[in-house]
């Protein structure tokens, strides 16, 4: 069976081999007589599934061994609560607002701390980022928040903000939901990242946290204890049962992405490669089309969200239906900004884009 390309926002398309995958060990994983689904979180196959996606997602991220990784669930949404929760100590955060995910972060911090706007890319409607040099932060905010790909404006921070050489101490939190593992992250910038597993990882259920040890055990009284990330790290992400099935998704897609290679590059780096190369060439056809056009800075355009519109925007059924017909799904743009969005995360395959760029073209010539 041939699969249609699926340009979804997320939850997203996967490795089709790791779909196959799944698929051949549905009945029996490993001929435990179970399918992963039925197993217990205690026994000893899904303990030996959750240690190998650990160590293979620390491997594959470098991340050190001085941040702790958590399985947890509620997604991106419940960990704009849970940070404050954690790490506010009731005081202040300062956030970079972004688009709409940073903005939904802030609203839900303003329940358990003191936030501040430090920067804002509104004036421009979302589509530029603000210099780090021109933020406001406050020299005794407990958190710096930033969405280090906005989902929806197709904004992508290019470099992460070194807070220290803003004259800042405070930990700098990242939502990186939406390009998790899609490129490395340079950790020593970082106190906290966050992200659901929808949109690189697996399927919607698991969210990853990558926390710095310093920041375990300060949190409010309140803080739900599953939510807590030092119990959470106490109980090797086993306080609660945690998401079984999510977990064993994305560590088979952890696997698939040890294997990626491009040149001398492996795993992340080689994904990173493929991300720009299909990022490039469908900039490229928007930026040298009549018809396209995506409205964000070139120098933080996201590698796996690419906002477009049609400049005559009554042609906009026409177009997905026509994309629809050719094996191009889920390209709708989301409601709040109209027009269509292309998703081409970690398992799009180039021919995917590739795809995508010619009916691009005939759709333009068509209508030409
Ligand atoms: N942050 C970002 C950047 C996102 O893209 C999303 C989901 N699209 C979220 C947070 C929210 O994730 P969830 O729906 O899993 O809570």
Redesign the pocket.
Known sequence: MIRPFNFS??PANLPEEVLRQAAAEMLDWHGSGMSVMEMSHRGKEFISIYEHAEADFRELMAIPEHFKILFMQ??????NAIVPLNISRGGSADFVVTGS?SD??QKEARKYCDVQIAATNESSAHTSLPPPATWQLRRDASYVHV?T????HGVEFQELPDLKALGSDAPLVI?F??HVASRPVDWSKVGLAF??A??NLGP?GV?LVVVREDLLGHALAVCPSAFNYKTVADNDSMYNTPPTYAIYIAGLTFQWLKRQKEGEATGIAAMEKHNLAKAELLYDAIDHSGLYINKVSKDCRSRMNVPFLLRDESRNEDFLAGAKARGLLQLKGHKSVGGMRASIYNAMPLAGVEALVSYLQEFEQKHA
């Open positions: 926002a997320g509620g997604g991106g949404l419940a960990e995910w939904k972060s969405c790909n906005e989902t929806i939502d939901s939406s992200g659901g929808q949109k919607a969210t």
